[in-house]
Structure formats: structure tokens, C-alpha cells
């Protein structure tokens, strides 16, 4: 059973415009949230994390908003582009689970020049 | 390089067949993890380990073993190859509620 949805397998956007990726979850342990960028033929990399005692964190184009009453979070990239194009995943995190992540099954964004 | 390498990066084998994945991590690291990335279900948590000879499974272990003599090395075993594990295989580790991710390995089962 996923626990951690990504429901858009993909994404289009203009250069410059904002995209805007969600990922909703069903276990309300989860108390820590990543979203990871993946490049073909690399593994995914590390962009931003959330944890559940704040609503939003930003980091330079890139902001994560938690709604935790929705189970629900998401990516913003402001102003997106053409490097932003990638694979992105939502991961979550629970307390005393051995520092398992439970992975979404990924949003492919494309920034069109 | 630091960092975490993976070995081979493709791989091609016959079904029936054992493969082993190398997976190597230069920052001592104690959590390491394996997972496989397939279309529609992202990455799934197949083994991990909570430090050397500590190994737990995953979502879906079946079909593969693992060990950790050394915190530095976890390798991944495919006793008997079979075609449903035909997919890409990422080994990482976690350092402060961050993982890091090797470049992965294209695991083809003929």
C-alpha cells in the first residue's frame, strides 16, 4: 500500500512560470518530508526537507508548504527553469522506524525554454 | 571520490543466475539502505542496514540477501535472477534525516 502518492506522473511548465508539485500521504506518523531530484542515469539528490512542526520552508526558488490536517505538502520552484527538468520525489519519514523513507512514485517535470 | 559508488552500473544476466551488487560508502555512515526504482512505483525499500551485521527488511526483500561485514561495503545479492527483477538498483545511506544516493545500477534479466 503507497503510503506517500505522487498522483501527476508529469508536469509541464514555462520557463520563468511557477511549478507547483504535490504529494499527499496517508500515514499521520510521518513527521519529516523530503523532495528529492532525480537527473537520468543519477541517483536522486537531496533539494529541500520539511519537518511536521512547521507549514512552510523555503530555500532560494524552492519552497515546501505542509498541510498536515490534508496530509498533504508541495513544491514550489519560482521562477522555474530548463535545468529544473528532472524526476521529482516526495519521501516521508517516521519517528523509530530505522530511518526508513517511504518514496512517492515521482513527478516528471519538464521546463520548456 | 566521496561519496557512495555503486558497482557494476549495467548489468546484464541470465535468469537462474546470481548477481551481486557492490555498494561502497566513504563517510561511515551508519544507515545504508538498498532500494529498486520501476515505473509507476517509484522506490521501493527492498533491504537496509542500521549499522555492520545489523540488516532488516524492507517492502519487498524476496529474491535478495544482503550483508554488512563493514560499514563501508553492502552488497546486494540476487540468489536466482528472475525477469521481474529487471530494474534500476540504488544503494544510499543516511546522515542527519538526509539520504544520499549512489548513481545507481541497470539491472537487465534475460
Known amino acids: 500500500d503507497q503510503q506517500v502518492k505522487q498522483n501527476s506522473p508529469s508536469l509541464s511548465v514555462q520557463e520563468g512560470r511557477i511549478s507547483i508539485l504535490n504529494c499527499d500521504y496517508t500515514n499521520s506518523m510521518f513527521d519529516y518530508f523530503l523532495w528529492y531530484k532525480k537527473y537520468p542515469a543519477e541517483g536522486p539528490t537531496f533539494l529541500i526537507s520539511?519537518?511536521?512542526?512547521?507549514d512552510k520552508n523555503e530555500d532560494g526558488r524552492f519552497t515546501v508548504f505542509l498541510n498536515k490536517s490534508a496530509k498533504h505538502l508541495s513544491l514550489h520552484i519560482v521562477p522555474s527553469q530548463p535545468g529544473d527538468s528532472a524526476v521529482y520525489f516526495c519521501a516521508a519519514s517516521a519517528p523509530n522506524t530505522g530511518n526508513q523513507f517511504y518514496f512517492g512514485t515521482g513527478t516528471s517535470l519538464t521546463v520548456i525554454p | 571520490d566521496a561519496g557512495i559508488t555503486q558497482s557494476p552500473r549495467y548489468k546484464i544476466t541470465e535468469t537462474g543466475r546470481q548477481v551481486t551488487l557492490m555498494c561502497h560508502q566513504t563517510w561511515s555512515h551508519s544507515y545504508m539502505f538498498w532500494y529498486r526504482q520501476d515505473l509507476g512505483h517509484g522506490l521501493r525499500l527492498i533491504y537496509y542496514?542500521?549499522?555492520?551485521?545489523?540488516?532488516d527488511k524492507g517492502e519487498v526483500p524476496d529474491g535478495y540477501v544482503v550483508s554488512r561485514s563493514k560499514t563501508e561495503n553492502f552488497p546486494l545479492t540476487l540468489e536466482s535472477a528472475t525477469r521481474s527483477q529487471t530494474s534500476v538498483y540504488f544503494c544510499?545511506?543516511?546522515?542527519?534525516?538526509?539520504?544520499?544516493f549512489g548513481p545507481g545500477t541497470r539491472l537487465t534479466v534475460t
Open positions: 542496514s542500521a549499522a555492520a551485521d545489523i540488516t
Open positions: 544510499a545511506s543516511t546522515y542527519s534525516y538526509e539520504q544520499y
Open positions: 520539511i519537518s511536521s512542526i512547521k
